[in-house]
C-alpha cells in the first residue's frame, strides 16, 4: 500500500506510551474491514527499504484476501529511529524498519553483523543473515518486546580520503577518519592505525573540505549523496563492515495475530527481502557508474588478510559470550562452505 500523504507531527515518547498515535491509528481501521499494520522508517519514499515495506503490504493483503495490509509513514514522519523503537517494544507502533545500530542498546548479540571483515563478501552476508545465524540474532529480540521479520541491505562499506588510494593498512596511519559515534566503529577505525574521529554525517563535506578530516567510510549512494566524492576522491574497497537494516515487528501485535497471520506475516517480510535486494543493487551500481564517470578514482586493496589481522583486538572486546563466539565461527563456516 502507498505511504500515507503529509506529514505527521513528532511523536513523543510520553504521548504514545499513554495511548498516543491516535490519529495514525484511525489509518488503521480499513474501510472494507482490512487491519493496516502502521510501519514507521526514516528513509524517504521511494528508499529501497520503503519500497520494500510496501511490497510486503501488497503481499500481505493478496494472501490475506484484503484482511492485513501494511502503511508505511516513511522520511521519519514518526520520529528518528530511538525513539520509535521504544514506541515499537511497547505497542505504539505495528512495525518498524531501522538500522542495527539502534539495536545494539537494546542487545548485546545485534553487534555481531557489525563486526569489521566478518563477511567475506556480499554474497556471504546475505547467506548468513537469511540462515540460521540471521534468525539466532533475530530471536534475542523477542525479550525486549520486538519481532525480527527480516534482514534487509545497507551496503558494503569502504574507506575513501582525500590524500590516496589505500592499499593496506600502513596506508590509513594516521589519518584521520570520520566515524559514527559508536564503541565498535572508532575501536575498528583504531585497529587500522588511523585516528577515529566521530562526527554526525551531516558534518562530514565540510569537513573534509576543510582538512579537518582526512577521510570516512560509506557505501557507494552514501559517497554520493553527501557529496563526499568532491573532496575525497580515492575510494579505496575494503568492504570492511555490511551491516545490516532490519525490519521489526512489535511483539504487542505479533501476539494478537493468529498463528496462521503469523506465518503469512512472516513469509511475505522475508519474500520482500529480494525485491529489496534488486532495487539496492541497482541503486548501488547506479551510484558507482556515476561517480566512476565524475573522476572517483576505486581500487581494490592489496592485503586484505593485513586488515583482518588487526582486527582481532576488537574481536576480543565485543565477542566476549559462548553464544556470541558460536555464531561468529558459524558466520565464518558459511564462507568456506560457498
Known sequence: MASAPGHLPAITRRTAATGGLAAVALAACGGSGMRVLLSSDTHPAGYPTVEAVQ???????????????????AGGQLGAERDTLEITTFGGLDMNRVFMSPLNAIEPDTTIPSLPFLFQSKDHMRRALDGAPGRAILDTLEKHGLIGLCYYDSGERSFYNTRKPIYTPDDMKGMKIRTPNSDLSVATINATGANATPMDLGEVYQSLVQGVIDGAENNWPSFESGRHFEAAPYYSLTRHVMTPEVLLMSKARWDRLSSADRDIVMACARDSVPFMRKLWDERVEGARTRLLAA????????????????MKPVYDQFVTTPFQKRLVADIEAMAASS
Open 295 to 310: 573522476g572517483v578514482k576505486e581500487n581494490e586493496v592489496i592485503d586484505r588478510a593485513a586488515f583482518v589481522r588487526l
Open 55 to 73: 511490497e510486503m503490504g501488497r503481499l500481505l493483503s493478496e494472501r490475506t484476501n484484503g484482511r492485513l495490509g501494511v502503511r508505511v509513514y
